[in-house]
């Protein structure tokens, strides 16, 4: 323990390792000090100032970024550090738009939380000039609204080391700074992928979702229209927390209920096509390790990925499997198969997927698919629309009562659960391969070495005689890391999965936000992702080829596995996109 | 001499930074050569940005040499075999200079592999400012080395432990490292017998505004700056009235007449409220108004705040706003309370030294001239009669009606008979001054 260092802050003793910060020191010693512009790991710059403390140094410090030392004494709530924070809060207030009322991150701001914590009195304690920024709502997916921004950098530093993608960065400098993307063009003419991770980021209301549920109210006011809604495996471990329950409480019978109360006409599982992708998935791959096709084979499941492969590694288009991502093979059975069994033409269905992700959005515009004529998927919801489209239908969430999702699509599987974990979709296809290659049941189902937070998992897997290389990556700078690896030629592998997100869907663009302070508290990845392995572990059939439903469905309707209408229905192409999607447009 | 004599001889001469910290040079070698690690870096700061102020850019274009010794020196000393020199790209003259001589000391073996026979070797490159004062601050030249955007990092860690890419670095600007190569050859001792016990050698200025001779001095430390201003500078022209004397530029405050006799140095600059900086000094006379100097130089620091920290970002702004409306006649009881408010925050929180030193020419201002402050916000009126929108023209009784202001005046707003009094329609008037000028009788006063 020698190389523990002692400090003072607020005059209580507290002990911390080599490296930790004053931030850290403080809250181990049960001293909160208050922090904007500071997300973990992620952005560490010491910008907004909020966080300052008195160390005996001629000017206060920045505690997020201040490492401690032996025998500091550390002040955080003297008059002159009131009396700053306050100033620097009320700063950020004067040039911020104050639209709290119309604001879809009210009650859920960290900038609004700390005005009432740090008691501002006066909104207006300082007034001056406000620079006007246009909306930039063009993208499907994000929306990115510069009047509220208080340039804390979370989102750019999220975009650049989390998700290696970095296409919005300050501009401009002094009081003109403001973050934007390159030459200033709309981000979706950027190489922007559409995973909202810089959404999770924002503290404020800068960042959103491009909102699709007023078109889903207009849907479920159609009478002409059956409505049609699905939910993805991670909508339900985080639902419950736009109503106050506990990270990781899953909620899918409440869930359902409230869809039907919404007055969708019928609620599927998109857990049911998460089985079928397995199912399609499993034998694409041990058809390509049979016949000799592109190896390693790497996961389509999430739309995020799929555009960054596209645009940032378009040499690994031909790995990437043919499958769709599940909610848009769900949208092309319901608009076939379900269409044919209740006698619907599928000009009058709409197909309204309930997902934990932003890229979804930009997905279901693709127009490739619309595998029966018409989009798979007609609108995607964030899992945050939905907790604001059953606030203001006025259902009281906590206290409905457990309900199932229709039968016809509802059935589903553990391994079908797992998808909204990173690891899960490897998982599921695992326990399925094995048992179409070997023959045999497989006994022990849980796949360790693909669970967890590793950023890059890997695992040898030997299914009967047949040894398989797998690797695991979430988050797509985790990703670049694995792909520059294996383009570089130190690494093989025969199978991967990636998922855009950090910790997978669980952890989506579309997902509840938890401000930084609670992630140091309860990292979503984990509690949420426990959740989803709890219900696996309680289901009764835990591979995707026990699924009844999925059973039945080849038997009635898609013959087998990679079948030629299976294809034409469940599986879709990629092209490679250019980074500099505005020289496109300037060139034709 | 082994290194550590290197860094004894420095340390004992009593050398501070003149980029404006006063940071002893000797401490700063020390604290580098004594981080851990096998990759070091020396860095000049060559990024001269204070308006007016070129003393560094004397150095690089007539001596470059010094500087390269210098920074062979310090390599030696710190252990470190790489070097760059941060060189505004404004100053083309001097990066052409430094390549030649970079060219030539590499031609005699001064600098490279295996200097002089030695073990030891040294290069250096040129790196080019992009015209970013901010970039003069140390953390953010490294960053902008580094290929980023030119920012500063949080400090600690210094440079000295983490610098230029993650690595050791001592970096000192251009005038510090000029001073260097002299020490070593003459001794502590010898640089000592130069300027005050705290603030030993000479400091180079930049002299300019109001003065009889501008251009560079050089004086030895503790020299008063009425000697300076009033010896070397030649006094004020045109038997103006001297008022005010700007040191430390942006960063700097503006020092009262009553103060003249301070000798100059870090500590007692600092402690009358301006700072020594890089060396910029401008003379103020009676015509110069100091709310709008401390407006000017505060124009000149939120035009170059990065942007990433809030205090500098938003509350400079603020201040600038305040003072805005203060020289245009809209100032509100309050105002100078708000400001000192502002500054006191900004200086107590902002991330780098430019932010925490920005509010320096407003609170120098208000503490030696409240009144004009005072004048400005209750009055209406400039007591130098500088801020135009507090101005009206007048033409008094000693007018003879010769009409040559009339003919003058690009505004027509001035009216009158031949051989009658002319009178100026203030609202016309657009305060150009031109019939002050061309009145022969001083007919034409400022109110």
Known sequence: ?588 | MRPRDVIKTLKDSGLRGRGGGGFPTGIKWELCAKSPGEKKYVICNADEGDPGAFMDRSVLEGDPHALLEAMALCGYAVGSDEGYIYVRAEYPIAVKRLEIAIRQAREYGLIGQNILGTDFSFDLHIRLGAGAFVCGEETALMTSIEGNRGEPRPKPPFPAVHGLYGKPSNINNVETFANVPQIILNGAAWFKGMGTKRSPGTKVFALGGKINNTGLVEVPMGTPLRTVIYDVGGGIPKGKKFKAVQTGGPSGGCIPASLLDVPIEYDSLVEIGSMMGSGGMIVLDEDNCMVDIARFFLDFTVDESCGKCTPCRVGTRRMLEILNRIVSGHGQEGDIEKLEQLAESIMDTALCGLGQTAPNPVLSTIRYFRDEYDAHIRDKHCPSHHCKELLHLEITDKCRGCTACARVCPAGAITGESRGQHVIDTEKCIKCNSCIEKCRFDAIIKV
């Open chain 1, 1 to 588: 323990m020698n190389d523990m260092i002692k400090l003072t802050i607020d005059g209580l003793e507290v002990e911390v390792p080599q490296g930790a910060t004053v931030l850290d020191a403080a809250r181990k010693a049960n001293v909160r000090i208050p922090t904007l512009c500071f997300l973990e790991e992620i952005n560490e710059i010491g910008a907004c100032r909020m966080c300052v403390v008195e160390t005996g140094a001629r000017t206060l410090q920045a505690a997020c970024v201040l490492p401690a030392t032996q025998s500091m004494v550390v002040k955080t709530n003297t008059r002159r550090v009131r009396h700053a924070r306050k100033t620097v809060l009320e700063l950020i207030l004067s040039n911020h738009d104050k639209k709290c009322l119309s604001c879809i991150r009210s009650q859920n701001c960290e900038l609004q939380r700390l005005a009432l914590e740090l008691e501002v009195t006066d909104d207006n304690a300082f007034t001056g000039e406000r620079i006007e920024y246009p909306l930039d709502d063009l993208s499907p997916s994000i929306v990115r609204d510069n009047n509220k921004c208080i340039n804390c950098r979370r989102c750019v530093s999220t975009c650049y080391t989390t998700q290696a993608v970095g296409v919005i960065g300050p501009i401009d400098r002094g009081f003109e700074t403001s973050i934007e993307t390159a030459w200033d063009t709309p981000l979706s003419e950027t190489a922007c992928i559409g995973c909202g991770q810089c959404i999770n980021a924002c503290p404020v209301g800068a960042l959103r979702e491009k909102e699709e549920s007023p078109k889903v109210w207009k849907l479920l006011h159609d009478p002409d229209k059956i409505v049609v809604v699905q939910t993805a495996p991670a909508v339900r471990a985080a639902l419950g927390e736009e109503f106050g329950l506990p990270m990781g409480t899953n909620v899918t019978g409440k869930m359902v209920a409230a869809l039907r109360r919404l007055g969708f006409d019928q609620v599927f599982d998109t857990d049911f096509t998460a089985d079928l992708t397995i199912m399609e998935e499993a034998t694409e791959l041990i058809g390509r390790i049979k016949n000799q096709g592109v190896l390693p084979m790497i996961t389509s499941c999430s739309p995020g990925w799929v555009n960054y492969c596209e645009t940032f590694y378009p040499d690994f288009i031909p790995n990437l499997s043919s499958c769709k991502s599940p909610h848009e093979m769900m949208g092309a059975v319901i608009k076939s198969y379900y269409a044919e069994k209740a006698h619907i033409l599928p000009k009058d269905i709409a197909v309204v997927s309930v997902m934990p992700c932003t890229a979804k959005k930009i997905e279901a515009g693709r127009e490739e698919l619309a595998a029966n004529g018409y989009p798979d998927v007609d609108a995607v919801i964030t899992t945050r629309e939905l907790a604001r489209m059953i606030r203001s239908n006025g259902i009281n969430f906590l206290n409905l009562k457990d309900e199932d999702f229709d039968n016809l699509l509802g059935d589903s599987t553990g391994a079908a659960a797992i998808f909204g974990a990173t690891g899960g979709v490897m998982e599921a296809a695992l326990r399925t391969a094995y048992e179409i290659i070997t023959g045999e049941t497989l006994q022990a189902l849980d796949f360790h070495a693909v669970r967890g937070l590793e950023a890059v998992k890997e695992a040898d897997v030997k299914l009967g005689s047949l040894s398989l290389k797998v690797a695991v990556a979430h988050g797509t700078a985790n990703a670049k890391t694995l792909l520059d690896s294996i383009r570089a030629g130190e690494k093989t592998y025969d199978f991967i999965e990636i998922m855009g997100c950090p910790g997978g869907c669980v952890n989506g663009g579309g997902q509840p936000i938890v401000s930084a302070e609670e992630r140091l508290r309860h990292d979503p990845r984990i509690y949420r992702a426990k959740a989803l392995y709890a219900a696996d572990a309680g289901m009764t059939y835990r591979k995707s080829h026990e699924n009844p439903g999925i059973k039945r469905i080849y038997e009635e309707f898609l013959g087998e596995p990679n079948s030629h209408k299976a294809h034409q229905l469940l599986h879709t192409h990629y092209t490679p996109r250019n980074k500099y999607k505005y020289r496109e447009k300037s060139v034709s």
